[in-house]
């Protein structure tokens, strides 16, 4: 298959000083730790990978700190990502981080890390607490985004593993990463659809970690559910596919076969985008993944070319810029 150069839409920057606050707060990952990270080592990984940029962001965010302390680590975040941005334009792009325990702030800093810092986006978290996307408290800040047209990149959280005294854990012994992030993205996306949020807010475009989730294989039963339930609202299938088809998915763990068909046939490859998840998911979990894709058998050429690099452009027109594969 012929030489693509990757645009990765899901890659973390842990800074020391993040990582230090993450880990005194007891929000550490749910893995316990964070792996060791650096910009050598990510533009290693990169050209290992074929990847020529990397739009990257902070998990798990800011709001394991109490709001003013959230508000401060948000810019230190932001300023450090666009420092990044400045000394290696061609390889980094960044998603700003957002203080979301008051609307007010989150604004704010979205009209700094967007207007004066040029970052490329967001990233917002699946939910806040027992608060998912869609809420009407999130509304001031979907209309800020909305009114930039801007890009939202979703990360899953799990409250209850990663937010201090964050209420009821699961006995199963298995991290969060494993089935409660595709799960809260689920639930995320869902409730973005049906509490009209999508339809409020059309022009941000959402980009959906881990291929959405469980919502592709999903959108059949909730088509169900409004001949179950009387107060579930009445949508149409197609409807429904549409709305699916209004987000982007990234490719991040992600990437079997059966997975990406099911995706495919649900939303087409024009909305699908690469996405490493590095270094959360190391080395060995990335080249398996680009493998996948390269695979003839799983993606077309076209279809390989459009989620490696074509869709990127399309979401972010200033990549046009970027040095042209050669």
Same mark, same amino acid.
């Given at each position: 298959?012929? !030489?693509?150069?990757?645009?990765?839409? !899901?890659?973390?920057?842990?800074?020391?000083?993040?990582?230090?606050?993450?880990?005194?707060?007891?929000?550490?990952?749910?893995?316990?730790?964070?792996?060791?990270?650096?910009?050598?080592?990510?533009?290693?990984?990169?050209?290992?990978?074929?990847?020529?940029?990397?739009?990257?962001?902070?998990?798990?965010?800011? !709001?394991?700190?109490?709001?003013?302390?959230?508000?401060?680590?948000?810019?230190?975040?932001?300023?450090?990502?666009?420092?990044?941005?400045?000394?290696?334009?061609?390889?980094?792009?960044?998603?700003?981080?957002?203080?979301?325990?008051?609307?007010?702030?989150?604004?704010?800093?979205?009209?700094?890390?967007?207007?004066?810092?040029?970052?490329?986006?967001?990233?917002?978290?699946?939910?806040?607490?027992?608060?998912?996307?869609?809420?009407?408290?999130?509304?001031?800040?979907?209309?800020?985004?909305?009114?930039?047209?801007?890009?939202?990149?979703? !990360?899953?959280?799990?409250?209850?593993?990663?937010?201090?005294?964050?209420?009821?854990?699961?006995?199963?012994?298995?991290?969060?990463?494993?089935?409660?992030?595709?799960?809260?993205?689920?639930?995320?996306?869902?409730?973005?659809?049906?509490?009209?949020?999508?339809?409020?807010?059309?022009?941000?475009?959402?980009?959906?970690?881990?291929?959405?989730?469980?919502?592709?294989?999903?959108?059949?039963?909730?088509?169900?559910?409004?001949?179950?339930?009387?107060?579930?609202?009445?949508?149409?299938?197609?409807?429904?596919?549409?709305?699916?088809?209004?987000?982007?998915?990234?490719?991040?763990?992600?990437?079997?076969?059966?997975?990406?068909?099911?995706?495919?046939?649900?939303?087409?490859?024009?909305?699908?985008?690469?996405?490493?998840?590095?270094?959360?998911?190391?080395?060995?979990?990335?080249?398996?993944?680009?493998?996948?894709?390269?695979?003839?058998?799983?993606?077309?050429?076209?279809?390989?070319?459009?989620?490696?690099?074509?869709?990127?452009?399309?979401?972010?027109?200033?990549?046009?810029?970027?040095?042209?594969?050669?």
């Amino acid at each position: 298959m012929a !030489h693509t150069s990757r645009i990765d839409n !899901h890659q973390h920057i842990v800074p020391d000083f993040y990582e230090q606050a993450v880990m005194e707060a007891g929000a550490g990952p749910t893995r316990g730790s964070f792996p060791d990270w650096s910009t050598q080592r990510a533009m290693h990984m990169m050209d290992a990978s074929d990847i020529e940029m990397a739009i990257t962001s902070v998990v798990p965010g800011v !709001h394991f700190l109490a709001p003013q302390k959230a508000r401060e680590m948000s810019r230190r975040c932001n300023d450090y990502a666009a420092d990044l941005c400045v000394r290696w334009p061609e390889r980094f792009g960044a998603f700003a981080t957002v203080p979301m325990h008051d609307a007010t702030h989150a604004v704010e800093e979205i009209d700094y890390a967007l207007g004066v810092l040029q970052l490329d986006g967001v990233c917002l978290l699946s939910s806040y607490g027992d608060s998912y996307l869609g809420d009407e408290a999130f509304d001031p800040v979907l209309d800020a985004l909305n009114q930039r047209a801007a890009v939202a990149f979703i !990360h899953p959280f799990n409250s209850a593993q990663q937010l201090p005294g964050g209420g009821h854990k699961s006995n199963l012994p298995y991290p969060a990463f494993m089935i409660e992030y595709p799960f809260d993205t689920t639930r995320m996306a869902a409730h973005l659809m049906f509490s009209g949020a999508l339809e409020r807010f059309p022009r941000i475009r959402f980009i959906l970690s881990h291929a959405g989730g469980t919502l592709p294989f999903l959108a059949w039963r909730m088509y169900c559910c409004q001949m179950v339930s009387p107060k579930f609202p009445k949508w149409s299938y197609e409807k429904i596919r549409a709305a699916l088809r209004h987000f982007w998915y990234d490719t991040a763990m992600s990437a079997g076969p059966e997975m990406i068909a099911c995706l495919l046939s649900m939303v087409g490859p024009e909305r699908v985008v690469f996405g490493s998840d590095w270094p959360m998911v190391n080395e060995q979990g990335v080249a398996e993944c680009v493998q996948t894709l390269s695979d003839k058998g799983v993606l077309s050429e076209s279809q390989s070319a459009a989620i490696a690099r074509g869709n990127a452009l399309a979401l972010f027109p200033r990549l046009q810029k970027a040095r042209q594969p050669a």
